[in-house]
């Protein structure tokens, strides 16, 4: 007798689920930057240059955006767990491949397509989850992923670095590849298929394009994408232009910068589990718009005080913690949000959002030295540009006074 993927699925509960798919989050993330403290030994390994390797990068940010896009909606239509499975194993394969990459060609094409099954993880972990709840639940469990989403690339240059210590940088896609293993088994064995058959899409490619189309003929959900892809994109302009900010212009060290960084990715950590306890006790809405208010509020005093001179390591820093505090909040409710507001087709609203957020992201994380140098103030401004994107796109777009995408019931 033939089992197939599907009715081999397993039942399982709500906290291991979450757990499982926290690790895929987590996944892309560490594989997008816990090799770049190997950077210089990359460089000598294959005899090529800095812009060469920093490519692999770039290929790889652009396999999440691209993957995403496709396999959100594509999942709408085949399900998810086949999805995630195929994703997790090709994951595996394809860090093996970079772990054993003979030139720097290879190298990049297989950080191309490790970006792309990494990206199954995030883009598919968020539609099992908007599947399986809604409401209040929804939103605390989106509130664990966007914030394991976020620390991920914190803990990332730790690891790597670490890694680098006892071994090669080839010992890290080792590091990544068993990674993938692992999590391609509890795949297999706690999520189950979220998405039965009688709701899938059906029409193929063409009702997969229908589907998007829809969807971007939405206001409020094109208001909510801008929000939440503008807030990612500031973030990673503050995390390009950070080390050279408190390092360069402040004076700190290596060790005192990554104490810095640690102490405002708590801010972050901390106002996601404050999110987690005001879902379903305060409007969705209403935490976005707290959230947007603090991260410009952060971002127009930090500018303010360095455009008049004032540029010291404590108002730096402050300022600094009150944007990743307000992206606490900002991140997880405006990913509900478009979740929500996308409902009847989970896969492609949440193939957009990650799609916006790299887009997005990858665009503006070289602005902050776009002049030739990266400075407190240079940081500062294109930081608050984003934020201020992104509270034009709450105020015309999302309108946050119309109650789009809360739960029924919600006071």
């Not at 990459?101 to 792309?116: E, T, V």
């Not at 492609?348 to 997005?360: I, N, T, V």
Request: hydrophobic residues 50%.
């Amino acid at each position: 007798m033939t089992i197939s993927i599907n009715s081999a699925t397993p039942r399982t509960g709500t906290g291991r689920l979450v757990v499982v798919l926290g690790g895929l989050t987590a996944v892309s993330p560490f594989a997008t930057d816990m090799y770049a403290p190997g950077f210089p030994q990359i460089v000598t390994s294959f005899g090529t240059t800095g812009t060469a390797v920093q490519l692999s990068l770039t290929a790889c940010l652009v396999g999440l955006a691209v993957g995403q896009i496709v396999l959100g909606p594509v999942s709408d239509a085949t399900g998810r767990r086949r999805l995630l499975l195929a994703g997790a194993g090709m994951f595996t394969v394809l860090s093996l491949v970079c772990a054993l990459a003979p030139s720097i060609a290879m190298f990049d094409i297989a950080r191309l397509l490790q970006g792309i099954a990494g990206s199954a993880g995030l883009v598919i972990g968020r539609a099992v989850i908007s599947d399986r709840s809604t409401g209040t639940q929804a939103a605390r469990q989106l509130s664990t992923l966007s914030v394991i989403a976020m620390t991920a690339p914190v803990l990332a240059p730790v690891v790597g670095g670490f890694l680098l210590g006892v071994g090669s940088w080839r010992l890290v896609f080792v590091a990544l590849a068993v990674a993938g293993l692992l999590l391609s088994t509890a795949v297999w064995a706690w999520v189950p298929e979220s998405l039965p058959a009688e709701r899938r899409r059906t029409g193929g490619l063409r009702a997969v394009l229908t589907a998007m189309g829809g969807l971007l003929r939405r206001r409020e959900l094109i208001g909510y994408l801008l929000v939440m892809g503008c807030g990612l994109a500031a973030l990673f302009a503050y995390i390009t232009g950070s080390p050279f900010v408190f390092q360069n212009t402040y004076g700190l060290s290596p060790t005192g910068y990554s104490l810095v960084f640690a102490t405002n990715a708590v801010g972050t950590v901390v106002a996601g589990a404050i999110f987690g306890r005001l879902a379903g006790r305060v409007r969705l809405n209403s935490l976005l718009v707290i959230g947007v208010i603090i991260t410009v509020a952060s971002m127009v005093v930090l500018t303010t005080l360095l455009a008049l001179g004032i540029s010291t390591l404590p108002t730096t820093w402050a300022c600094l913690l009150g944007l990743t505090s307000g992206f606490g909040l900002l991140l997880p409710a405006s990913t509900t949000l478009v979740l929500a507001v996308g409902s009847d087709a989970p896969g492609a609203a949440s193939g957009m959002l990650g799609g916006a957020q790299f887009a997005l992201g990858a665009a503006a994380a070289p602005l902050p030295g776009v002049l030739g140098s990266t400075t407190a103030l240079s940081t500062a401004v294109v930081v608050l540009g984003f934020v201020l994107f992104s509270a034009v796109a709450l105020t015309t777009l999302a309108r946050p006074w119309q109650g789009h995408g809360e739960p029924a019931g919600q006071p």
